[in-house]
Each structure stands twice: as C-alpha cells, then as structure tokens.
C-alpha cells in the first residue's frame, strides 16, 4: 500500500494514472500533479467514474522550480515519484527526490531546453547520490526506451551468450486522419526526429544526415514499412551494459507526407529553438508550433491501426550462430476503448506503471541510478502481457537487417 505522484497530465500521464488506479492493493493513493492542474482534475474525474478509485488527487506544479516539487512531496509524502512531463523536468524532480528521499522513475531522458541535445550523463552522475540516501532511480521506463531494454536484457539472459548486432524497429501504422501530428509531445518528438541520425559500430558511433538511410522492414500483421535510421536514446545505455555488442541501430517508421510536412517545418524555421522577437515578444518557434498542432492525447479518437515496436537481435550462443526477434504489437483503438488516449501513449504509460509495481514489490529495487536493463527482465515479461501489452518472440529467422 503506497502513495505514487504522477507529474505530468498528458497522454502518457492519462494512461500512467488509469494503470496505476488498475493496481490499487499496489498504488493506495496517487497524486496527479502538472503545470495545468485542470488536464489533472479531467483525468481524475475518469479514474473516479470509469474505475471507481476514489483516492485520486491532483495539483498544480511548475516542475522546473525544485522547490515547488519538494514542497508537493513533503506535503503528500509518495514513496516514488513517476515522471511523464517532460525531460526537461526530469533534473529538477530527481533533485527534489533527493532532498525528500523520494524514488524516481522516468520515460526519457534529460534534454536541456536550449540545445536538442538528450543523453543520460547528467542523471548517471546522480548515481552516487541516489545510492547513498538508498533511493532507487529508474530512468527510461517507457516502451523505447523501457521495453526495447527489457527485451534486449531478456534476449541476454536466456538466448544468447553474447549479444553482436541489435537492431530496435519500431513502427507505428497507425492512422489518425489528420494531415499531420505528431504521437507524443510535438516539440520533444520534432526535437528528436529532425537531428542527425547516429548508429554503433565497431566501438564508434557514427553519424549520419538525417533520415539518410532507410530500409524497407517487414513488421509482424503489418508488412513492409520504410524505416529511417535515427538516433535513440537506449543506444547509448545498451551499448554500454551489453560491451559484446558491434554494432546497434535503431529504425522509425515515417509516411512520405509526414517527412515532408517535416521538410517545411524545418525550411521556414518553424523547428528553431532560438527565440524569436513576435509584436515585441520573444517566443520560440517550436514552442508556437506544439500551440498549433493536434495535442496527441487528443488523437485517440478514430485512431486506428496498431503500433510494432521490437528488438532483432544477432549473436552468438555455445558457439553457434543465433537470431532472435522479440516485440510488441498494439492497436490505437483497443487502448483508446481502455484509456481514452491513442497507442502510442499507452505503450509509454503502460511499462511506465509496471516498473514502479516492481519496485513497490521490492523486485526493482536498488539504491543508485539506473537503465531498465539493469534490472532482472523476467518479473516485468511475466506482467507486461496482463497489463496490456502481450509480447511475442521467434528464435531463428530471417532477419532481413
Ligand atoms: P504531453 O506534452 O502530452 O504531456 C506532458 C505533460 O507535462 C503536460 O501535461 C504538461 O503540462 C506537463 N508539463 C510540461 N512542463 C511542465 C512543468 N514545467 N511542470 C509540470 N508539468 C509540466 O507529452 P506526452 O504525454 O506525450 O509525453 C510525456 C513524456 O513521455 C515525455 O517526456 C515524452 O518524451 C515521453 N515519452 C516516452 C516514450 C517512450 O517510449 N519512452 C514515448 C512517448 C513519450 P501542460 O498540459 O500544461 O502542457
């Protein structure tokens, strides 16, 4: 029986509250608390009627300012703190845990505002912090990253000896109707797809323009799909817990009419980060454009189609050459009709509840800071299906890639 603060209101957020009130001889009361404390009390006012949970409560919070955090905490006093605003948020929440003495767990990792530049560096050095008041971090517990780690870690432990090319491919075909949107924050999905490509290899990372190479990958009940590489945060974690590894790459499916309304977002400047004087203010044009664009937690209405997201993994085991391919398959309508948000929400939301339930059970549970993988995959597999998220695997296949 324990407290959990949920901060962050939006699609992710909607879902992370309705799985967690799913669970409530796990979570005994949450605290939904985000910028606009309103999307909170709309999201309350569902996990009360639809799931008869009573012990919900919501706030307003601007989780930039440590001190606004800290003093949410002290007053509702969570165990563990689940971070799906966004990851410019995530020093000052992990700062505010540690001066409570609060667990953290998060879905992506830190970027600061003013450089589209995201890598675990800044929370890997909390590590010893976190360790000493014997506090647990979780960083990255969405389905990429977050799952993709669970599965590269279970490929690790019960089918190869040693892990040499991993490939993540995820695809969304999906279709929301919309002339273009994007399926989670559109400043920090904008922010993601539009830098430079980079994959591993051979102990370097190598650069690339972006969306400069592209494959066509075959996806389970879906077909063939263009898949661009780009650059995912998980690489940089998998690479290093799994050193064996030669060579991981990370492909994201992209209609041609999204790529080009990308194009021009990107030709008339509507992708900058720098502020620009408007009518004798400074705004930020990707901040004026997440104003204009579909909110994707309002996309799930009419979505249909299913995401697939997996890891094809290559190496080797008692010598013998192996493959592998593990993944997720999820339907936009199936997780609207349970959580009013589209799939690619509830793929985050889902995995992001699961792993504060383990640590709640003391399965996840390690003073210091760490990547999903770091921690035993098979407690999270055995529960990932029930909770919404059904995986499969083959073992020796063709791999295409
Ligand atoms: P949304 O933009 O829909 O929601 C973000 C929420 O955070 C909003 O409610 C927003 O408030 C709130 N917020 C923003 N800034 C602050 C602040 N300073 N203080 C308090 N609250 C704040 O994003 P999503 O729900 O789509 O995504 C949530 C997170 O999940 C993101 O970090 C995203 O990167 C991550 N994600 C991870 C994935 C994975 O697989 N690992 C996949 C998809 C997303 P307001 O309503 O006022 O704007």
């Avoid at 929370?123 to 669970?150: M, N």
């Avoid at 990372?205 to 945060?233: C, F, Q, R």
């Avoid at 190496?315 to 999820?330: E, F, H, L, P």
């Amino acid at each position: 029986m324990s407290k959990v603060l949920i901060i962050g209101a939006g699609g992710v957020g909607r879902v992370v509250a309705y799985k967690c009130a799913m669970q409530p001889q796990i979570f005994s009361e949450i605290c939904l608390a985000s910028r606009t404390e309103s999307k909170c009390k709309e999201i309350a006012k569902d996990v009360q009627r639809e799931l008869n949970y009573q012990t919900i409560s919501t706030a307003q919070i601007n989780a930039d300012v440590v001190s606004e955090v800290v003093d949410l905490m002290e007053r509702f006093k969570p165990v563990i703190v689940i971070n799906v605003a966004l990851p410019y948020q995530d020093l000052p929440i992990m700062e505010a845990c540690l001066k409570v003495g609060v667990n953290y767990l998060d879905t992506a990792n830190y970027e600061p505002k003013d450089e589209a530049k995201f890598e675990y560096s800044w929370q890997w050095r909390l590590h010893d912090s976190f360790k000493e008041k014997g506090l647990t971090a979780i960083l990255g517990c969405g389905f990429d990253p977050g799952v993709t780690g669970v599965f590269t870690a279970r490929a690790a432990k019960h089918i190869f000896d040693e892990i040499h090319y991993l490939d993540i491919v995820d695809c969304n075909a999906g279709d929301h109707g919309k002339a273009f949107a994007t399926n989670f924050n559109p400043e920090i999905n904008i922010r993601e797809i539009t830098q430079k490509g980079k994959f591993y290899e051979n102990g370097q990372w190598v650069e690339t323009e972006p969306h400069e190479i592209s494959a066509m990958i075959n996806y389970p009940d879906i077909g063939p799909k263009k898949s661009y590489l780009i650059y995912h945060e998980e690489l940089e974690s998998l690479v290093k817990n799994y050193p064996s590894i030669k060579r991981a790459r990370f492909w994201m499916t992209f209609g041609d009419e999204y790529l080009t309304h990308l194009r021009v977002i990107q030709n008339i400047g509507m992708a900058g980060i720098e502020p620009v004087e408007f009518k004798g203010q400074k705004i930020i044009p990707l901040e004026f454009l997440k104003a204009v664009l579909p909110d994707p937690g309002d996309l799930g209405s009419g979505y249909t189609g299913q995401t697939s997201i997996g890891c094809r993994i290559k190496g080797v085991k008692d010598g013998r050459s192996k493959t592998y391919y593990i993944w997720n398959n999820c339907h936009h309508e199936e997780a609207f009709k349970e959580t009013k948000t589209q799939g690619v929400s509830y793929t985050t939301g889902v995995p992001a509840s699961l792993g504060a339930e383990l640590f709640l059970k003391g399965i996840w549970q390690t003073p210091g800071v760490w990547n999903v993988e770091n921690f035993n995959p098979d407690p999270f597999l055995d529960l990932i299906g029930e909770r919404g998220l059904p995986w499969n695997e083959e073992i020796d296949i063709d791999l295409e890639l």
